[in-house]
């Protein structure tokens, strides 16, 4: 049974209380209680730019209005670290498609990889990127986006580790040294639906790392966050926020404390796409999480306990963070996401998962 703690709507945290100390310790409270209880918020008054955010979001429709052969110039299946370009509906999840057409970015790495490394070494490495003279700025603009919330990532992680009882530092473990970190992006668009069709941006899933950064670019309503009694909950658009999730990894190595919450997107209703940014906040590819599971204070773990029981969802875990290094659960997700781009890079992964091999649309879940 899902407890009095269950969630209606998504909190709001106000990232500027941390500048004082009298208003510190109400911050972390508020993320304390959203780690544990709702698995979702909204942060305001961070500390990424509204000048590059503003000017991406200005980018975005020029970024999918190029020519389609020079998007196909950059598709996915060129890059063996799944980076790039994805037409409309080229995915799946629950069985149905995603109608949502994409690019993959990630912040600037140089790959790790040489012969005799594991595989999942090679799934870290350099985007892609559309001709400069096409869309002028637009790499440099997002770059510095990147490198900017990349920041704030670490700056919350830190603050995820001392909202849940374990010092500044808690989590630093599940870090490399940046020269061998590298985080991704989507640069997404949601075209309205044909009539008839399904409503499914995508599907219910979770995301499998520890946090991910929502920018939603254009005002459409879709986004919706499944509380603890499996009730679908809006987290619409509010200006100059981003929305915060949790993921599967920081759910696995915090026992359960922290909660990966199942969330979608449902198409837009009108006569405009709807544009969105997820910034997906990466661990280290070598962790393996089964040996990581960390300890908690009891008085946090009371919270935890009085949260009640989550109803079931149609999203489906990840499994494999219970004998595998984190970059193979990862580079298995991609393979199930993108068989094309598999087959391709990664021929004998893609024939261990599909031995019968491959037709149609990739489904992760």
């Known amino acids: 049974m899902a407890s009095s ?145 990349q920041e704030l990532g670490y700056d919350f992680s830190s603050l995820i580790s001392e909202a849940l009882g374990l010092g500044p530092d808690g989590l630093a473990r599940f870090y490399d040294e940046d020269r061998l970190m590298q985080h991704r992006a989507k640069i997404v668009k949601y075209p309205i639906p044909p009539p008839g069709a399904n409503d499914q941006g995508v599907g219910p899933h979770y995301d499998a790392g520890f946090s991910t950064f929502l920018l939603q670019a254009s005002d459409h309503r ?65 962790i393996k999480l089964a040996d990581e599971v960390l300890e908690f204070p009891p008085e946090i773990l009371k919270l935890r306990d009085a949260r009640g029981t989550v109803a079931n969802t149609d999203s489906v875990n990840f499994s494999e963070f219970h004998t595998e290094p984190s970059g193979k659960v990862n580079l298995i997700g991609r393979v199930k996401s993108h068989p094309d781009v598999a087959e391709r890079h990664y021929p004998e992964l893609f024939k261990a998962i599909f031995p019968n091999g491959f037709s149609g649309k990739g489904s992760a879940y």
């Open 5 to 149: 703690n269950d969630f209606s709507s998504i909190p709001v945290l106000d990232y500027s209380l941390l500048s004082s100390p009298d208003t510190r310790t109400k911050f972390i409270e508020e993320l304390r209680h959203t780690l544990i209880n709702v698995g979702f918020l909204y942060l305001s008054n961070h500390t990424v730019s509204n000048e590059v955010i503003s000017s991406l979001i200005e980018y975005i429709p020029k970024l999918f209005a190029l020519p389609q052969e020079e998007k196909e110039k950059i598709k996915m299946a060129n890059s063996e670290h799944f980076l790039g370009y994805s037409k409309l509906g080229a995915e799946l999840t629950k069985g149905a498609v995603d109608y949502r057409e994409q690019f993959d970015f990630a912040t600037r790495h140089a790959s790790r990889w040489k012969a005799g490394d594991p595989d999942y070494y090679r799934l870290w490495g350099p985007s892609q990127w559309p001709d400069e003279n096409l869309i002028p700025g637009f790499r440099q603009t997002f770059e510095t986006y990147l490198e900017q919330v």
């Open 222 to 286: 879709g986004l919706q966050v499944q509380n603890l009694a499996g009730e679908w909950i809006d987290a619409p658009p509010i200006p100059g926020t981003f929305v915060i999730n949790f993921g599967k990894a920081l759910e696995f190595v915090t026992g359960g404390l922290a909660r990966a919450t199942s969330h979608r997107v449902l198409s837009p209703k009108g006569d405009t796409p709807r544009y969105s940014v997820p910034f997906f906040q990466n661990i280290s590819l070598t």
